[in-house]
């Protein structure tokens, strides 16, 4: 007989359910969050599993690849259809969110989500990383602008070559300011640093991936873009066809109809929002920086004549997605 599992899964512990083709519990208990921990329950009830279902999350992709590669065929869950799914519940509790999860796999009511393989982990780890970095040296900043301010000492405008030495000039005449400001310069220097660091690693990576290097041959598409786009497609062949990349990452328009009423709105801005946002970047840089003309650039300069620039990124994003 077909066996259905559900897993919920925190961080310390992961609650398990296992039923039968007619809905009724075999087994639950509480096992350590570990591939092992949980086949080792499994394996103790039964060998003939159809769904082993659990939500995505931040461990669901080690677990995914633990279960598969001890032969479960596992399924992970969209968190948006979980959630309407196990709703209707009059009591929350880890032990019957499992046996909601294991009702959908019984039923088939789920949606599943691509687990990405490792190159592509690897990738968004380093993007994600940068960004980081990124960010906490841009706070490092704007701190010892508005530290300085309350002296009467402003920076202005400056080239981040320069940041430095700009803010020892103001310090020249204020010994007291320096000996609090210096360490935060210290922190600052180690910042971009270690920025330039992983932004190095980020260049070199693109250049040793031939798909990305296919993708910078396209106008707009850098280092950045091109692996954020790599990490977010992962395996072209789960689209049927290139125009419905723009639509997984939320670049198309949705549509609210009821009755009479038949709506349409803006982008549903679903999916990756880190990867919507890397086009949306790409191709504003496009139509407003780049000098170097291109048949998408005249294309998104007319758009933006008739519809507005803003609607016209989102148009050239769109393009950027199915090309690539």
């Given at each position: 007989?077909?066996?259905?599992?559900?897993?919920?899964?925190?961080?310390?512990?992961t609650s398990v359910c296992v039923i039968d083709a007619f809905g009724k519990i075999l087994k639950e208990g509480k096992v350590e969050t570990e591939p092992d921990a949980i086949s080792a329950?499994?394996?103790?009830?039964?060998?003939?599993?159809?769904?082993?279902?659990?939500?995505?999350?931040?461990?669901?992709?080690?677990?995914?690849?633990?279960?598969?590669?001890?032969?479960?065929?596992?399924?992970?869950?969209?968190?948006?259809?979980?959630?309407?799914?196990?709703?209707?519940?009059?009591?929350?509790?880890?032990?019957?969110?499992?046996?909601?999860?294991?009702?959908?796999?019984?039923?088939?009511?789920?949606?599943?989500?691509?687990?990405?393989?490792?190159?592509?982990?690897?990738?968004?780890?380093?993007?994600?990383?940068?960004?980081?970095?990124?960010?906490?040296?841009?706070?490092?900043?704007?701190?010892?602008?508005?530290?300085?301010?309350?002296?009467?000492?402003?920076?202005?405008?400056?080239?981040?070559?320069?940041?430095?030495?700009?803010?020892?000039?103001?310090?020249?005449?204020?010994?007291?300011?320096?000996?609090?400001?210096?360490?935060?310069?210290?922190?600052?220097?180690?910042?971009?640093?270690?920025?330039?660091?992983?932004?190095?690693?980020?260049?070199?990576?693109?250049?040793?991936?031939?798909?990305?290097?296919?993708?910078?041959?396209?106008?707009?598409?850098?280092?950045?873009?091109?692996?954020?786009?790599?990490?977010?497609?992962?395996?072209?062949?789960?689209?049927?066809?290139?125009?419905?990349?723009?639509?997984?990452?939320?670049?198309?328009?949705?549509?609210y109809q009821s009755g009479e009423v038949d709506q349409g709105k803006g982008i549903s801005k679903c999916g990756d929002a880190v990867i919507r946002w890397v086009l949306v970047e790409a191709?504003?840089?496009?139509?407003?920086?780049?000098?170097?003309?291109?048949?998408?650039?005249?294309?998104?300069?007319?758009?933006?004549?008739?519809?507005?620039?803003?609607?016209?990124?989102?148009?050239?994003?769109?393009?950027?997605?199915?090309?690539?």
């Amino acid at each position: 007989m077909d066996l259905f599992v559900g897993l919920d899964v925190s961080v310390r512990t992961t609650s398990v359910c296992v039923i039968d083709a007619f809905g009724k519990i075999l087994k639950e208990g509480k096992v350590e969050t570990e591939p092992d921990a949980i086949s080792a329950l499994l394996h103790s009830v039964g060998s003939h599993y159809k769904r082993v279902g659990l939500e995505a999350g931040p461990l669901s992709q080690w677990l995914y690849s633990g279960l598969a590669a001890a032969g479960y065929p596992v399924i992970c869950v969209e968190t948006r259809h979980m959630k309407a799914a196990l709703s209707a519940q009059i009591n929350k509790t880890d032990r019957n969110d499992a046996r909601g999860i294991a009702q959908m796999m019984r039923v088939g009511l789920y949606k599943p989500v691509h687990v990405k393989t490792i190159r592509s982990q690897e990738i968004r780890m380093l993007l994600t990383a940068r960004k980081f970095v990124q960010t906490k040296l841009i706070d490092a900043e704007n701190n010892l602008r508005g530290l300085l301010r309350n002296f009467g000492l402003k920076v202005g405008m400056v080239t981040r070559l320069k940041f430095e030495q700009r803010i020892l000039e103001l310090l020249e005449q204020s010994p007291h300011l320096r000996l609090i400001i210096e360490p935060l310069l210290e922190v600052r220097r180690v910042l971009r640093e270690q920025y330039q660091r992983l932004h190095k690693a980020m260049e070199q990576m693109a250049e040793a991936d031939d798909v990305c290097q296919l993708l910078m041959t396209a106008p707009g598409v850098g280092p950045m873009v091109a692996l954020s786009y790599r990490a977010g497609v992962d395996e072209p062949s789960r689209f049927g066809r290139s125009r419905s990349v723009p639509a997984h990452f939320g670049l198309t328009p949705s549509r609210y109809q009821s009755g009479e009423v038949d709506q349409g709105k803006g982008i549903s801005k679903c999916g990756d929002a880190v990867i919507r946002w890397v086009l949306v970047e790409a191709a504003g840089a496009l139509l407003r920086i780049s000098k170097r003309s291109s048949p998408l650039q005249e294309w998104g300069l007319e758009v933006a004549k008739r519809r507005g620039m803003t609607k016209a990124i989102v148009a050239v994003a769109r393009r950027l997605a199915v090309a690539c």
